[in-house]
RNA sequence: GGGUAUUUAGCUCAGCUGGUUUAGAGCACUACCUUGACAGGGUAGGGGUCACAGGUUCGAAUCCUGUAAUACCCACCA
């Protein structure tokens, strides 16, 4: 036959790929026989294209779920996608105002009714991107955070939350567009780096009591007369003796108190703040512990309002009673200073006008009570994080716990579930009929016949926590009851929940993981998955994130296309340790592609050989008896790695094997002269390795692996790499293996010696060792033909004419009549005895030290004695050889 | 500002409970080789006072303290 030089990625992934899907292999229903092992994939968001992080994420989860796969496990990885409520209304509003359509001119029902087309339209790609990968999910289980069951299930949650007493409402600073006048979210809000000029003002305020001033710094102040205190710091010498004083507002000569507060920074300004916590989050936030009043003076539109006391304000635009209250304060006598000052200042996305913090009513859930048993469970390690670093972040956030504001002013989301009368009276309810039911017993003889619903939606976050536990249809009514889900008549979740690993983003440990884990416990009394293995960010080699922006993000499917669907796996896990970011650069995929075609070739090599009954030289035993208690050592360490979710190690153990292990050595040692045939028994071993080879190998690369599975012996089609059974670690002799590292340490020594003398190796050489070696003696075949040597023989003169190495304490001599340069000889020879006598100054230091003989354990004493030995005996076996040199 | 990490070869990183030759890998680099699997290859080689300063110890890349840089998360300056 004959097969290209090069693997061909593209002939083999499509055909693959589809049979695989086909023969259903990934598909997966609950057993009675097998052990379950489950991953849901963190859904990415539904519009979105495969980036580089969504790569190396659902690599990860791939190779996990491939293997368990062969470990003969029923495997279960559940696909979906995430509505994503602010990222996809965005792009929606985008692609609604190219259209020249502004979101603020349709109702809510025809803006969804296009976000929905859009959704039908671009939903789908990001999960045929992910088959490209070779991602092997169940697809018959994809699901979608909006579905209807799905909506249902948000919806049921927020319901038995709110009556579980874990929901309220209260007030929180949102921003606000007064332009737009709507809610804006924090990503809408943009500031500029260089922040913004403005006006730092000061401002005296009378004291009521006695005749003193007080002056504090503001930039806003037009907000003066919503001021419900002044607040020092506590520590603050110059100003204790005023807390507790009243002071006059200018202008409307309200009394407010002067308040001491931690918040207050002595060193800004004149270390006293105005406190109007209507118009600024920490002033809230301080009026909120003081007790204070809240008085709001501005308007929807950004106007002032009758608040403020002020006639001539009233209607007025907040910027413009800025300068007007300035030139008021000026002539009043209360402007005390003016300087420049650089601020950062929100504006808006949408029409680049001045955020205005604004308070409103918010939902929020209250996270103290209900995060108790999530906190102390990966404490326990009852689930545990990869790399375990990310415990003491967990638990930090954990314990700092702050409410979670789960409203979100937008459109595209499950719809807030609470139903409101004129009045403002509010019922939590499914549905609008039932809120109505509860409303008229809440409110018997009000003879309302018509609620109005809320108008937000819900946080994405307050949906895809539920994620684990509904992919599997645990909220259905049928198991979910009275706030608890009974699992017992749900197969599915019965068999795969809790799920083994979730594969994530270290930077959504809070946002999504934290809170998947609080549901698990509410509402399945169990943890959601038993580990959680946390990525790196990929970022370009500069360092970078990966951005739109910055343009520095690799085309997912060209790379594919490109290096092919194994050669990018293999290349992004290379140099991608568990929580470690991953610096891409598109030579880790041609790494990755190079391995994929060493591969091809080694099978090439193989495939090409004619066989024959013929006696089996003695070299191939020592080879095949070599090979195999490599390949169990290295098959044992390949376990470990896993256990420990060291992926990037696992492959790169396979690396070794496969480059080093089995083609530079195994294979060469074995490779029949050109043209001659190889004996039968090499033959059948070698393809049975191969065969294992290609079964460690798959989760990595599955296609590759999977053609040369079925190209390798005939065997029936149905008969997939992707389902055989997966190696177990068996025995190995340590011994040989050391043996053999020493035969080849002989070999590497003869080439080198072959590299600095200019000699061919095609010149047959001979080798002399003085003394009998037993691994010389059990590896002289091996060494021999990679070596090309005629004789290996034992002598007990050193010979001259000869360039000498040493191996251990074993003197080697390759005999080279009128080619040794004696003086280069020497000057190497001189090189290793330095080399060995600083080394055994550095074991004779220990050595001589007292403390360290009585201190140190006996055998680590031992050892260094036998170093010093070592080190002796090789001294006087390189002096001996000077003099011999003359 | 609070928290969590990181700092080892030109680059990316291993080095797990302190001792296992005077610190390893991959990539990059250098020299040589190459018509019989593979130049996307082979053989060999050079390259590091383990960020800095102290300390603990018989012994520190490894443990402790401090300093300096960097990254991420949270909170954000009137």
Redo the contacts with the bound molecule.
């Keep these: 036959m004959s097969l290209s030089?090069?693997?061909n990625p593209a002939e083999t992934e499509d055909k693959w790929y589809k049979y695989w899907m086909d023969q259903g292999f990934f598909h997966s229903e609950p057993s009675s026989d097998k052990e379950a092992f489950s991953i849901v994939i963190p859904p990415p968001n539904v519009t979105g294209v495969l980036h580089m992080g969504h790569m190396l994420n659902n690599t990860i989860q791939d190779v996990l779920i491939r293997k368990a796969r062969m470990e003969g496990k029923n495997a279960c990885w559940v696909p979906g996608t995430d509505h994503a409520s602010i990222a996809t209304e965005a792009r929606v509003v985008a692609m609604l105002r190219e259209k020249g359509i502004k979101k603020s001119s349709l109702t809510r029902d025809e803006f969804l009714k296009y976000a929905w087309e859009w959704k039908e339209k671009y939903g789908g790609i990001i999960l045929e991107q992910l088959k490209k990968l070779g991602a092997s999910c169940d697809w018959e289980r994809t699901h979608f955070t909006m579905d209807p069951d799905y909506y249902k299930a948000v919806i049921k949650v927020f319901v038995d939350l709110y009556n579980k007493g874990y929901i309220y409402r209260g007030l929180r600073m949102i921003n606000w567009d007064c332009e737009a006048k709507t809610a804006l979210s924090n990503e809408e809000v943009l500031y500029k780096e260089e922040g913004e000029r403005s006006v730092?003002y000061s401002v005296r305020y009378k004291i009521k009591e006695k005749e003193e001033w007080v002056t504090i710094?503001?930039?806003?102040p037009e907000t003066i007369m919503g001021d419900v205190a002044i607040a020092v710091n506590p520590t603050d010498e110059r100003y204790k003796h005023l807390v507790g004083k009243k002071v006059l507002v200018p202008f409307i000569n309200r009394e407010i108190p002067v308040i001491a507060d931690d918040?207050?920074?002595?060193?800004?300004?004149?270390?006293?703040?105005?406190v109007t916590p209507a118009h600024?989050?920490?002033?809230y936030?301080i009026g909120v512990r003081h007790n204070l009043p809240v008085i709001d003076t501005i308007n929807e539109d950004g106007t002032l309002n009758e608040k403020c006391e002020l006639p001539k304000f009233f209607g007025k635009d907040r910027f413009a009673v800025r300068k007007e209250i300035v030139k008021d304060l000026r002539e009043a006598g209360h402007l005390v200073k003016e300087e420049d000052f650089t601020?950062?200042i929100g504006r808006s996305e949408r029409t680049n006008s001045v955020v205005e913090p604004k308070l409103s009513l918010q939902w929020f859930v209250k996270m103290k009570e209900i995060s108790v048993r999530a906190k102390d469970s990966v404490e326990r390690d009852e689930i545990k994080l990869h790399p375990a670093?990310?415990k003491?972040?967990y638990r930090?956030?954990m314990e700092n716990v702050?409410d979670w504001c789960i409203s979100r002013q937008l459109w595209w989301g499950h719809r807030i579930p609470a139903w409101y009368d004129e009045a403002g009276n509010v019922v939590v309810a499914e549905t609008e009929a039932e809120a109505l039911k509860q409303y008229k017993i809440q409110h018997p003889g009000s003879g309302i016949q018509k609620l109005k619903q809320d108008v937000d939606v819900l946080d994405t976050w307050a949906s895809s926590w539920l994620w684990p536990i509904e992919v599997f249809k645990g909220f259905n009514e049928k198991y979910f009851k009275d706030g608890r889900i009974d699992r017992s008549q749900n197969a599915d979740l019965k068999y795969f929940y809790p799920t083994d690993v979730l594969v994530t983003a270290?930077?959504i440990l809070?946002?999504w993981v934290a809170r998947m884990i609080i549901a698990g416990y509410e509402y399945m009394d169990e943890k959601p998955f038993n580990d959680v293995y946390l990525t790196g960010?990929v970022r370009d080699?500069l360092?970078r994130?990966m951005s739109k922006s910055l343009g520095n993000s690799p085309d997912a499917l060209e790379l594919i296309g490109k290096y092919g669907a194994d050669g990018v796996r293999t290349g992004m896990l290379?140099?991608s340790?568990a929580g470690?970011?991953?610096?891409f650069d598109e030579?880790l995929c041609?790494?990755g592609?190079?391995f994929?075609?060493?591969i091809?070739?080694?099978f090439?090599?193989v495939k090409?050989w004619e066989v024959a009954k013929q006696p089996q030289p003695e070299e191939n035993k020592v080879a095949i008896e070599w090979f195999e208690s490599k390949l169990n050592q290295s098959i044992g360490e390949l376990e470990d790695h896993f256990t420990k979710f060291r992926i990037s190690?696992a492959l790169?153990t396979l690396y070794?094997l496969v480059?080093?292990d089995f083609?530079?050595w195994y294979?060469?040692i074995i490779?029949p002269e050109?043209?001659k045939p190889i004996d039968d028994a090499t033959y059948q071993k070698t393809i049975s390795f191969f065969e294992a080879i290609l079964k460690l190998l798959h989760p990595f690369m599955p296609f590759l692996t999977e053609e040369l599975w079925h190209e390798l012996i005939d065997r029936k089609k149905e008969d997939c790499l992707i389902i055989a059974e997966w190696l177990k670690p068996k025995a190995f002799n340590e011994k040989l293996i050391a043996h053999c590292e020493t035969g080849f340490e002989v070999?590497?020594q003869i080439?080198?010696a072959?590299?600095?003398k200019?000699l061919?190796?095609k010149e047959s050489l001979s080798l002399s060792v003085n003394g009998v070696s037993k691994e010389v003696d059990q590896f002289a075949s091996v060494i021999k033909k990679l070596a090309n040597l005629k004789s290996i023989e034992a002598v007990s003169e050193k010979p001259t004419n000869a360039t000498s190495f040493l191996i251990?304490t074993r003197e080697f001599y390759i005999p080279l009549e009128g080619k040794v340069d004696a003086a280069k000889e020497k000057e190497d020879l001189r090189k290793e005895l330095d080399?060995?006598?600083?080394?055994?100054?550095?074991?004779m230091k220990?050595l001589s030290?007292e403390?360290?003989v009585s201190?140190?354990?006996p055998e680590?004493v031992e050892?260094e004695r036998k170093?010093k030995a070592?080190?002796e005996s090789k001294i006087k076996s390189l002096e001996e050889r000077l003099t011999a040199l003359g």
């Design positions: 030089t090069k693997y730092l710094a503001t930039q806003r918040y207050v920074d002595k060193t800004f300004g004149t270390g006293c703040l105005k600024d989050v920490n002033d936030e601020t950062r670093k990310f003491n972040t930090h956030w702050r270290p930077e809070f946002f960010v080699k360092g994130k290379f140099s340790a470690n970011d991953l610096l030579k041609e790494q592609r190079n994929a075609n060493k091809w070739n080694a090439r090599l090409g190690d790169h070794k480059w080093d083609c530079s294979l060469e490779k050109f043209g070999v590497t080439r080198n072959r590299n600095s200019g061919s190796p251990g080399y060995n006598k600083g080394f055994l100054a550095s074991v220990k030290n403390k360290f201190g140190a354990k680590v050892i170093k070592d080190a």
